[in-house]
């Protein structure tokens, strides 16, 4: 943290340093965009940078403060956020040639929910097309770079997110995860990520990908700014009828909770099998620690994840190809080669595939909860690599794409194919300095749980306030 450089501070930091006027809005929005000029050549983390619109949209919020009108929590605090949420009269790419000139009609009700709180507009991220791909390349606006070593990834599809909150580029982003494209950026670059139970935040407004598994959630630099983000956004909308009704926890007071009396368990296997040593090492790492400052960590025997992750993959190949139809048929020459591919390849899947997954699907919840009944939560890891890089893993839509896809992948799938929250938090390095996440898996709707360990997890460690150096 740096008391003279306010793009150091985090979310809550600088909400609180401009609430009780430390710093103006202008201070944080301007020393954002400076950061941004420097970095952005190197990291191709953002679609669109507006400095003008936010500098006059900060000195707003700074003569509103002045004159006793706080917004909100955020009031005055510049973010950027994934180039998928709609936002009524700016161009929303989706990352695609496709929707490259698209201007959005309307608001997604979690960017809107973040407006109403203060925030002030940056520009917009990256991502990969259409949120299908788990890299962070892109054919039409090229890779997002990992700002802890630019040869390697940031992982998608919520690439510019991971790479522009590693950076200190945005306070914090919205990511969507439909098969760990939160978790995987917050592994790869070394921040946090929660995705959310499927229903908990409103998908009104944000690009469809897979529309029973989308989830829409935050990557932040600590449990606690995620929390402060989730407690804004989440609850009912009737904008979008597949979202929970039940009553907002207060998921700030819940990173307040100490490892006391929390149960943890750690799989007997599928996620504790062909990991790279220093991933390895850095979960052994960790349960250790999470032991000394209090947790009881048991291991438990999950059902068969293999059949949990070729299920989400399933199901999420047709749900895309459902919602890409039309555009595959009129214009299959504007979309990457690897997203086309793997949205052709769906079509093959007979309908009777997908609905025998469909079904399965509570069944398999059902079996997980009782297997993991005796623990309040489940610690693994993201993936089996830290970032591999950009070169070795732009495969394209050569044969070895789906080997790369379902490496990188198959840790996170069963949690989406489930339905639950997970949060990834930065855990570790390797010796070259790369970041290496863990994911907590919580019970459905057990997010304050999640954010409670994360955040006693970072009270007792630094790893999520490193900041990458980049000349």
Same mark, same amino acid.
């Given at each position: ?8 501070? #985090? =979310? ?60 909100? !929590? ?39 929910? =973040? ?43 919520? #690439? ?5 909150? !590693? ?6 982003? =919205?990511?969507?995860?439909?098969? /760990? ?58 904008? *979008? ?13 819940? &990173? ?19 990991? *790279?040593?220093?991933? $390895?090492?850095? =979960? *052994? ?47 299959? @020459? ?9 949205? @052709? ?9 997908? +609905? ?19 623990? *309040? ?8 690599? $830290? ?24 840790? &996170?799938?069963?949690?989406?194919? +489930? ?19 863990? @994911?907590?898996? /919580? ?29």
């Amino acid at each position: 943290m740096s008391a003279s450089d306010p793009a150091l501070l #985090s =979310l809550s930091e600088i909400a609180t340093a401009i609430a009780q006027k430390k710093f103006s809005s202008r201070e944080a929005t301007f020393a954002c965009l400076n950061r941004i000029a420097a970095l952005q050549p190197k990291l191709n983390a953002f679609i669109a940078i507006e400095p003008e619109d936010a500098l006059a949209a900060a000195d707003a919020a700074d003569v509103a403060l002045a004159h006793g009108d706080n917004k909100g !929590a955020l009031h005055g605090v510049p973010l950027a956020h994934k180039d998928m949420y709609y936002d009524q009269g700016f161009v929303v790419t989706c990352g695609s040639k496709i929707r490259r000139d698209f201007v959005a009609t309307t608001t997604s009700t979690a960017l809107q929910r =973040l407006k109403n709180a203060g925030t002030v507009r940056l520009g917009s991220l990256q991502m990969s097309e259409f949120a299908y791909g788990p890299t962070g390349h892109n054919a039409h606006f090229g890779a997002v770079h990992n700002p802890w070593d630019l040869d390697h990834i940031t992982g998608g599809s919520s #690439s510019g997110s991971g790479s522009a909150v !590693a950076a200190r580029l945005t306070y914090a982003a =919205l990511g969507s995860d439909t098969g /760990g494209s939160i978790r995987m950026p917050a592994h790869f670059c070394g921040v946090t990520g929660l995705k959310t139970t499927v229903g908990l935040v409103s998908r009104a407004g944000a690009m469809p990908l897979s529309q029973s598994l989308d989830t829409v959630g935050p990557l932040a630099r600590s449990a606690e700014d995620c929390a402060l983000l989730l407690g804004l956004m989440a609850g009912a909308d009737p904008a *979008d009828p597949t979202c929970s009704t039940r009553a907002v926890p207060d998921y700030l007071a819940a &990173t307040k909770g100490s490892l006391q009396g929390v149960r943890i368990g750690i799989p007997s296997a599928f996620y504790v099998d062909d990991l *790279d040593p220093e991933v $390895a090492r850095v =979960l *052994d790492d960790t349960r250790s620690a999470l032991q000394r400052e209090g947790a009881d960590i048991v291991k438990v025997e999950l059902p068969d994840q293999r059949q949990l992750s070729a299920a989400c993959q399933l199901v999420l190949a047709v749900e895309a190809a459902g919602f890409h139809t039309s555009w595959m048929i009129e214009r299959p @020459q504007d979309y990457g080669p690897q997203v086309l591919m793997r949205l @052709q390849n769906a079509l093959a899947i007979p309908a009777v595939t997908y +609905l025998e997954a469909m079904r399965w699907r509570g069944p398999a919840l059902a079996a997980h909860l009782a297997a993991s009944a005796g623990v *309040d939560a489940v610690l693994a890891p993201v993936a089996p690599v $830290a970032a591999p890089t950009i070169a070795e893993s732009d495969v394209g839509n050569s044969l070895d794409a789906e080997a790369v896809i379902q490496r990188l992948t198959r840790f &996170t799938r069963p949690i989406n194919y +489930l339905g639950l929250p997970a949060l990834a938090l930065p855990c570790g390095f390797t010796p070259a300095g790369l970041p290496v996440g863990l @994911q907590v898996i /919580g019970k459905p709707f057990d997010e304050a749980m999640l954010l409670r360990i994360g955040a006693a997890w970072q009270r007792a460690t630094d790893f999520h306030s490193k900041t990458p150096e980049l000349a």
